[in-house]
Every structure is written in structure tokens, then in C-alpha cells.
């Protein structure tokens, strides 16, 4: 085995965890992978043999990466990306596909990652590496341009948003699934009151529908409503998942997916339902976990 080999063979034990926060950072699958194969040239033209911590470097190195994408997508205004909802991970209902489990340790649901789309550039980086990844934040300062007391306040205001965003989600997976499958049989037969009992009064649901828009409704007759006539006016088959490692729903129709729905649950209702309908999107998805 020749030098470059090892070296790839040492890089491919960290990939799964360098994804991980790609995702984290970037919301995106795709880039993810495109900043994971950003940090693989980096090594490959550097003196791996001065890295001492071949996996915080790594960790650095594409935190420095995304960084520079979003502060891309923030320059570009007229484009929409920031606002579309993020990636979803499909998993099987049973939870039981390792890859998927790897990439999403320590649970990212979308609802989270939306509220992560709020936050500048260096705050997301500041919270995602040193929150969920327990990178140091002398090791971040460097990276956003600031001391390590700034890193630590951007990482303090971060957190203060993603923890005001919403209330503390069910960890759960059965009582998840419970709080789910009754929204789904309440929407299948037409039960308002019943959806309404089952939905947080505050409720947010968000659907990106692709070219078609964006879709923000708030408030729990609102959205009881929208589930009633969407159950009323489709033709489908629903099929559980777990989504980024919470209960959920992929929507078949004529053997396509026609739509993808993330469940934020708490204290026993639904307190945010996101939807994926974007058909190009769906087209993208690795949904042969499901088979």
C-alpha cells in the first residue's frame, strides 16, 4: 500500500462523521458530500504526516468549508436556497439501517435544521461544532476570524434561538409514532375534531412544493383543515419512516414518492409537521431503505 492509500484509507474512517456535520452546516445532502470531497483534497495536497489529530483537522477543515458556502448563499440573495426546507434522512420505520443511524447520531430532526437555516453563517458554525461535536472553541475561533470569547457568545446566541424556537420534542419513538398514526386515521376520515385534539394549538406546518412555492400555515384548525382536504383530494399510499430519526411519513402515488412529512412531537401533539413535495427533490431520494 503506497502513501496515497493509506491516506485514503485513514480519510474514509472519518467520513460518515465529517457528513454529519456537513449536514448539520449545510442542510443539504449533496453538499454535504461536495464539502467532504472538498476536505479529501485538502488533505491530499497537505503534509498529513504534521496533522497530529487527523480527525479534528478533518473537523475543522470542512467546518471552514461550509462556512464559506453559506456565506456564499447569504451573498447570493436572489437565491432562494436558504429558504427551502432542508434534506430529509430517510430511515426505515424500525430504525434499524446503520448508515442512516450514523449520520444522524445524536438526532438532527428538519424542524431543527429549519431553525438552523435562521442563524448567520458563523453562528451555525459555532453552535454546530462545538454544541454537537464538542470541537473546543479555540479551535473554532480561528475559523469565523473572531477570539474564542466571540465564538463563545455566537454559540450562546444560537443556542438561545434553537432552544426558544420551539418546546422540548418527544424522544420517544413509540409515542411518537402513536401521536402520528392518529393524525394520519384522523385525516383519513375527514375528523376535524379529531385532528384538532391532536395537533398543538400553535402548530407551524411548512411545505416546500418545489417551483410551486412555499407553503407557512400556523395554528391547529388551520392545518386540520389543509389535512382534510389534502386526504380528501389525493390519491396515495403512506408509508411509515423514520425522518432525520423521528417519526414519519413518505407519501407513494402511482409508485412515486409524491411527498415526504417530518412530525415534531411534544408533550403528546403535533407541534410542527414538515413537508417535502418538491418533485425534483423527491426524485433524489434513496428511499430503497423502505423496500
Same mark, same amino acid.
Given at each position: ?19 454529519a ?8 445532502l449533496?453538499e454535504?458530500?461536495d ?23 478533518l473537523?475543522?477543515v470542512?467546518?471552514?468549508?461550509c ?6 448563499r ?12 432542508p434534506?430529509?434522512?430517510?430511515g426505515p ?14 438526532s438532527v ?8 437555516e ?11 461544532l462545538?454544541d454537537?461535536? @464538542?470541537v &473546543?472553541?479555540?479551535?473554532?475561533? #480561528?475559523?469565523?476570524? +473572531?477570539?474564542?470569547?466571540? $465564538?463563545? %457568545?455566537l454559540a450562546? =446566541? ?6 426558544? @424556537?420551539? &418546546?422540548?420534542?418527544?424522544?420517544? #419513538?413509540?409515542?411518537? +409514532?402513536?401521536?402520528?398514526? $392518529?393524525? %394520519?386515521?384522523?385525516a =383519513?376520515?375527514?375528523d ?10 400553535d ?11 412555499r %407553503? ?7 392545518v ?10 389525493a ?25 415526504v ?8 401533539r ?14 433524489r ?7
Amino acid at each position: 500500500m503506497d502513501e496515497r492509500d493509506f491516506l485514503a484509507n485513514r480519510f474514509e474512517e472519518h467520513r460518515t462523521h465529517l457528513k454529519a456535520v456537513a449536514y448539520r452546516m449545510l442542510g443539504s445532502l449533496a453538499e454535504a458530500d461536495d464539502a467532504v470531497q472538498e476536505a479529501w483534497l485538502r488533505l491530499s495536497r497537505s503534509d498529513a504526516g504534521e496533522v497530529a489529530n487527523l480527525g479534528g483537522w478533518l473537523t475543522t477543515v470542512v467546518g471552514r468549508v461550509c462556512l464559506d458556502m453559506l456565506r456564499s448563499r447569504t451573498s447570493r440573495r436572489e437565491d432562494p436556497l436558504e429558504e427551502r426546507l432542508p434534506d430529509p434522512v430517510i430511515g426505515p420505520a424500525s430504525g434499524t439501517d446503520p448508515e442512516q443511524e450514523a449520520l444522524l447520531a445524536d438526532s438532527v430532526g428538519l424542524a431543527l435544521l429549519v431553525v438552523l437555516e435562521s442563524l448567520t453563517p458563523a453562528e451555525r458554525l459555532a453552535f454546530v461544532l462545538h454544541d454537537t461535536f @464538542a470541537v &473546543p472553541f479555540e479551535d473554532i475561533a #480561528p475559523i469565523v476570524g +473572531r477570539s474564542p470569547d466571540a $465564538a463563545r %457568545q455566537l454559540a450562546s =446566541r444560537a443556542r438561545r434561538r434553537v432552544r426558544g @424556537a420551539s &418546546p422540548v420534542p418527544e424522544r420517544d #419513538p413509540a409515542r411518537q +409514532r402513536a401521536v402520528v398514526d $392518529a393524525f %394520519q386515521a384522523a385525516a =383519513r376520515a375527514g375528523d376535524f375534531e379529531a385532528l384538532v385534539a391532536v395537533l398543538d394549538p400553535d402548530v407551524e406546518l411548512r411545505a416546500d412544493l418545489g417551483a410551486a412555492g412555499r %407553503q407557512h400555515l400556523r395554528g391547529a384548525r388551520i392545518v386540520a383543515d389543509q389535512a382534510v382536504m389534502f386526504s380528501r383530494s389525493a390519491a396515495y399510499t403512506s408509508r411509515p419512516a423514520l425522518v432525520n430519526g423521528t417519526a414519519g411519513v413518505v407519501s407513494m402515488e402511482g409508485g412515486r414518492p409524491a411527498s415526504v412529512l417530518s412530525f415534531t412531537v411534544a408533550d403528546g401533539r403535533i407541534v410542527a409537521i414538515d413537508i417535502l413535495a418538491d418533485p425534483v427533490r423527491l426524485e433524489r431520494l434513496d428511499l430503497s431503505v423502505l423496500d
